[in-house]
């Protein structure tokens, strides 16, 4: 009986399920229909402004065809001479009262029916009207923020594109912007991680002057293929990938070398900072023929090196490493093929030609009796925009003034080395390349253990030590020096706080040294360019900034990638590289010569004059002092202490 009782139950409840069943399809569809509605509604307004734009416009026509109708099928407007009664009219003035309602005061005030009427027009047309205004200015609104966003993309050719965002690009853009004058309406194009107009705003506020040139600025990541197509970088001159300040830059700039190359390998040349020198070969591969790579840590080092050995080297390099002034160009088409490398020398009255290109390959400084032929030359210019009418040189050289006095042999050399960081190892390495054997270096450092590689002809000595500590640094810092180089704990402190320790390393070492009468130079190495300028009050003799050097240096290789090898061959120890050497090598001392017979003379030894060193010239401009490529004509008054620039192999 229960289980009857039971099944009763169950056949009644799907009795009434089937009859509740059969009521819901009809509600159901109505649903439906409603919802459909409201979705396909919900979708136009989604569009955004456009959609809204639409749907008032329609409610206006809506409203002034019913008003229209209703005024017309009851005859409530009052005749009027001259005045046309069919319904294209009626919509017109009804039109005119639901945009305007200043349109009312203008009706019959004896029809009263009418101007009822067109009250209610008129007061519906102006939430039509205030709704269609807030919509309008919204839009408005959406589409600034949107170009504030800087999410459009960038319609232009033969630009220079720059990924990412560091401290160096202030002095990238600078550099373009001098290098971009000769050009018509250059074009640089931001891409970064950043808002927009803050970066527009800080590079208002350190590059001031842009010189004719446009900076264009977008937001997103150089890494994402998406936003890379912002910066329309396939149309480009160039591609200028900057290393970024996070714990592993180098994978981020070989993520963005993929992202640039994942079309193949056409397109504009890329020149991509790493910092790591273990992932130049994996930044190789990614970057195909298309990429130039610059190694941070072995240019900065080199450098330093180089600038250590001889004071007033680093004003040389700076002169051919940035636009303000005199560069390296290349030229193609000349008509000195008949002429021998040491007499093109003295071809050109305001350029200095330093080298050849042959099969593609620079050689800085060749044999003088090689015949020049069709071969490109290396020339050292003011512009390269006049370099192929440069005036020829009418000054002839006085070859009775030429120097007799031969050079010696370099002699073992003493050298302290103040601080250390991870391009520290690399400066040891290429100081060894060019010490005599039996030179000592002496490494003081208050942080971390210095790992010295193996030399062949400098002995070291680690003392673990306070650099600022002036007793120490009168022990070590003593008089006979060669050279003192002072790095910064860019791998231990801050930029700030490293750069305010070498600054106080300098002042006590330069204090010293002038007490001791001494002329050693002193090079340093400053992360922050702004700190630059608290160095010269150390006196020091030349100050290597980290940042702009590799700045001027990217800058250089984006206009032309042919330099690459020549920077090479500047900065390295095999081949050519830049020497200061005494005058009276090359000219007689006491004597007035041009600077023809300065050419001459290196000639004659087998060298390539790049400029000079004068005392003269420091007492004309105590900032000048080194000047590269002056005139063949320019007059000098040789003084004991002058010094010639000169590419020469040892």
């Known amino acids: 009986m229960a289980r009857t009782g039971q099944q009763m139950r169950l056949r009644t409840a799907k009795a009434m399920a089937r009859e509740g069943g059969g009521t819901r399809p009809a509600a159901s569809e109505g649903s439906r229909m409603g919802d459909r509605l409201r979705y396909w509604f919900d979708n136009s307004m989604s569009r955004g402004t456009p959609a809204l734009i639409a749907w008032l416009s329609v409610a206006t026509l809506v409203l002034i065809v019913v008003f229209s109708l209703f005024v017309s099928l009851l005859g409530l407007r009052p005749p009027a001479d001259g005045v046309p ?16 309602p200043g349109t009312i005061g203008g009706d019959d005030p004896t029809s009263w029916r009418f101007v009822v009427t067109m009250l209610v027009l008129t007061i519906a047309g102006l939430f039509i009207v205030s709704a269609l205004i807030g919509v309008i200015a919204a839009g408005i609104d959406t589409k600034l923020a949107d170009l504030r966003r800087g999410r459009s993309i960038v319609l232009e050719r033969d630009h220079t594109v720059i990924l990412g965002w560091s401290d160096s690009i202030y002095t990238i853009i600078s550099e373009l912007t001098l290098a971009n004058e000769s050009r018509h309406k250059p074009v640089v194009v931001i891409l970064a991680d950043r808002d927009k107009v803050e970066m527009e705003d800080e590079v208002k506020a350190k590059v001031p002057d842009l010189r004719g040139t446009r900076v264009v600025c977008r937001s997103g990541s150089p890494m994402d293929i998406d936003d890379l197509a912002l910066s329309s970088h396939t149309t480009a001159r160039s591609v200028i990938l900057l290393a970024p300040d996070s714990e592993d830059p180098d994978s981020e700039v070989i993520k963005t070398l993929l992202a640039l190359t994942h079309g193949g390998n056409d397109g504009p040349t890329i020149v991509a900072e790493i910092r790591n020198p273990s992932n130049l070969e994996v930044a190789r591969l990614v970057g195909t023929d298309r990429t130039v790579l610059l190694d941070i840590r072995e240019t900065v080092a080199k450098l330093v090196v180089q600038t250590s050995r001889q004071s007033g080297a680093a004003a040389v390099y700076t002169e051919l ?35 050849m290109i042959e099969d593609g390959v620079p050689t800085l400084n060749p044999a003088g009796d090689t015949l020049v032929g069709n071969r490109t030359l290396v020339v050292v210019a003011e512009d390269d925009a006049s370099l192929e009418t440069e005036s020829r040189s009418a000054t002839r050289p006085d070859l009775d003034a030429l120097g007799t006095v031969a050079g010696v042999e370099e002699a073992a050399t003493q050298a302290v080395l103040v601080g250390w960081n991870e391009r520290a190892p690399i400066v040891v390495r290429e100081l060894d390349h060019y010490a005599a054997r039996g030179s000592t270096l002496t490494i003081l450092t208050s942080f971390g253990t210095p790992e010295v590689p193996a030399l062949d002809n400098i002995e070291v000595t680690v003392v673990p030590a306070s650099t600022t500590d002036r007793a120490t640094l009168e022990t070590y810092v003593v008089d006979g020096l060669d050279q003192v180089i002072v790095l910064c704990y860019s791998d231990h402190l801050g930029v700030q706080a490293a750069d305010a320790r070498t600054l106080v390393t300098l002042l006590h070492v330069r204090d010293i040294l002038k007490n001791l009468d001494s002329a050693t130079p002193v090079v340093s190495e400053m992360l922050d360019d702004r700190n630059r300028v608290l ?37 390295g120890d095999e081949g050519s590289e830049i020497y200061l050497r005494p005058a ?14 300065v050419v001459a003379g290196a000639a004659a030894r087998g060298e390539t004059a790049l400029g000079v060193k004068s005392a003269a010239l420091a007492d004309e401009d105590p900032g000048a002092g080194v000047v590269v490529n002056p005139a063949k004509s320019h007059v000098f008054d040789v003084r004991p202490g002058d010094r010639v620039v000169v590419l020469a192999d040892s």
């Open 85 to 100: 009664d069919d319904f294209l009219h009626e919509m017109f003035y009804s039109l005119l009262h639901a945009l305007d």
């Open 321 to 355: 490493f940035d636009y303000d002034g005199d560069e390296i160009y290349f030229l193609e088409h000349h008509d000195l093929g008949a002429l021998t490398y040491a007499e093109t020398l003295l071809a050109f009255e305001k350029a200095s030609v330093i080298g």
């Open 535 to 571: 160095a010269q009050v150390a006196h020091v003799d030349d100050v290597v900034v980290s940042g702009e050097i590799v700045s001027l240096l990217i800058t250089q290789l984006s206009e032309d990638r042919r330099l690459e090898a020549v920077f090479e061959q500047l900065l």
């Open 584 to 597: 009276e090598w090359y000219v007689q001392p006491g004597r007035q010569v041009t600077y023809a017979t």
